[in-house]
């Protein structure tokens, strides 16, 4: 493995990403930070030293923005390295060519891919057949992640930029439903071992989650199905958390500040007490946040699953803040 290849420090991971793990897939509600997350989360696996693929199979090309890179074309593009020998790759997952490669893998079709978009049948699958079209996107995955060079895995960690938690699931068991329909053959068989990476102990899905309402709901909802279908999850990652600024003693039981006080600290510190009211505005409607936070974070109590807090920073997160990111999946991240 790429672990031992050079001789720079090498840190280790936290507890939430299983040093074992090969796939890593990356969940959660729209807009809580999937990609951002799946990249830092690449990033940290390469600075433990390995080679590492970060694939997104939505076509937004949001990862070429995060990495400052041209649009990824439909191949493994090199994004970043570290001292210690470990690499980042991209690949945005195409699944029209994801369907091209199938063919040739299987039928020794290459040539026929043309007569085959004119037939109209790879906008069939692509686009007609969403089923199909996830049986290819996690085909691509699992073929990076099982691939060897010289006997030995070519890439040491793949992280999936996944679907959303609300189609997450179906995505996943999309082989499990079309080998339903194919029993014998190279497809049956390359289906089997998708299914049994997919639901493998080297697959592990993370749930990404904002400490608010909805998103904890869709990631408790996302842990309970997915666990019952026999995925293996991860950890839990609350991304833009906010930290507690204010205490118990500075907010009264009526969620505002006490104005007097206040300003009376204001002028202690020599600052102009006129500013109180602002400030008491601003406090309790920090409060009000931090209480809706609190509250949400008891809610993900209910899973038995270690947590990975990812501070909330300015957007948009470029590739220096990932790295503030990438280290809190490492074991002393926060110190770094
Ligand atoms: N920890 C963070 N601090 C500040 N901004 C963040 C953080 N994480 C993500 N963002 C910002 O939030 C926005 C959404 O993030 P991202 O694109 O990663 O979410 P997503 O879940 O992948 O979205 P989509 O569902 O559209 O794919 C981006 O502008 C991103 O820069
Ligand atoms: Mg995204």
């Keep these: 493995m790429g672990v031992s290849r050079a001789a720079a420090a090498k840190p ?3 507890e939430g990403i299983s040093a074992k793990a090969r796939l890593h897939v990356v969940t959660g509600k729209g807009g809580t930070g999937k990609t951002t997350v799946a990249a ?3 990033l940290a696996l390469a600075e433990t030293g390995r080679k590492v693929l970060l694939a997104e199979v939505e076509s937004r090309q949001a990862m070429a923005q995060l990495f400052d890179t041209p649009a990824m074309p439909y191949q493994e593009q090199r994004l970043t390295g570290t001292a ?3 690499e980042l790759f991209g690949l945005a997952i195409d699944p029209e060519q994801a369907m091209i490669d199938y063919l040739e893998m299987f039928y020794g079709l290459k040539r026929s891919a043309r ?6 049948a790879v906008d069939f699958v692509t686009t007609l057949a969403p089923g199909l079209r996830d049986v290819l996107l ?11 060079a010289d006997g030995s895995p070519y890439y040491d960690a793949v992280v999936l930029d996944a679907p959303p938690t609300g189609r997450i699931a179906r995505f996943l068991d999309a082989t499990q439903e079309v080998a339903k329909l194919t029993k014998f053959g190279p497809i049956a068989k390359q289906s089997e071992g998708v299914i049994a990476l997919l639901h493998g102990a080297k697959t592990r899905v993370h749930l990404v989650t904002l400490l608010e309402e909805m998103p904890v709901q ?3 909802d996302a842990a309970a199905e997915l666990a019952s279908l026999g995925f293996r999850l991860g950890s839990v990652v609350v991304n833009r958390a906010r930290p507690t600024l204010i205490g118990p003693d500075q907010i009264g039981a009526d969620g505002q500040v006490d104005l007097q006080l206040l300003a009376a600290g204001l002028r202690e510190a020599r600052l102009p007490d006129g500013h109180a009211p602002a400030l008491a505005a601003e406090m309790a409607e920090y409060a009000q946040r931090q209480r809706v936070q609190h509250e949400n974070a008891e809610r993900l109590d209910a899973l038995d699953l270690p947590r990975v807090e990812l501070p909330d920073l300015n957007p948009p997160v470029q590739l220096g803040e990932l790295k503030d990111l990438a280290a809190r999946f490492l074991a002393d991240g926060e110190r770094s």
């Design 12 to 14: 280790a991971l936290v």
């Design 40 to 42: 830092a989360l690449a």
């Design 84 to 86: 210690n020998g470990g």
């Design 115 to 120: 007569g085959l978009r004119k037939m109209g």
């Design 138 to 148: 996690t085909g691509k995955v699992k073929e990076a992640t099982v691939r060897t």
């Design 218 to 220: 869709e990631t408790l």
